[in-house]
């Protein structure tokens, strides 16, 4: 069932809700965790290369988070993270509503990409990350170099 815009313009948000308007709220719902353009850009350039990798896929099964690209026979996790949810120091602009929330929800992100990094590196495996904004062949170039060079270093 297919819901029209006249029903989000009656839409509610329930008490105590962090969701300050209907628009607001189909704006939220639009935003993608995962299949970004940066991300399908960088990976259709390190497919290219002839690189195989796992998408949105935990690295570590008993951690429930996910890299944007696992290539896990050499243990490298990529991350593309967007410059609004991981405080970048280059494009994060804290918001003008309901910026007590939004600002500590940010803060939760970056404290827990550094221990993402953090328990990963522990476990023998490379992360990368890159912002959004960073040029997509650059990303790849690097995501292609450290991972051949991993490679060619086990002997594959």
Request: aromatic share 8%; proline share 5%; glycine share 4%.
């Amino acid at each position: 069932m297919a819901s029209s815009e006249n029903d989000a313009e009656d839409w509610v948000p329930p008490e105590g809700s962090w969701a300050s308007s209907a628009a607001r709220r189909r704006n939220m719902q639009a935003i993608r965790s995962r299949d970004t353009k940066p991300e399908q850009q960088i990976r259709r350039l390190v497919h290219a290369e002839g690189l195989r990798y796992r998408v949105s896929a935990r690295p570590l099964t008993s951690l429930r988070r996910t890299a944007d690209m696992v290539f896990r026979p050499w243990k490298v996790a990529v991350f593309i993270d967007g410059c609004y949810w991981h405080g970048c120091p280059e494009h994060y602009v804290p918001p003008k509503t309901n910026s007590g929330y939004w600002s500590q929800k940010v803060l939760r992100n970056m404290e827990r990409d550094r221990d993402t990094d953090k328990r990963l590196i522990e476990a023998g495996w490379l992360v990368l990350r890159f912002w959004e904004h960073e040029a997509s062949d650059v990303c790849a170039n690097e995501i292609v170099t450290v991972v051949r060079r991993r490679r060619a270093d086990r002997g594959v």
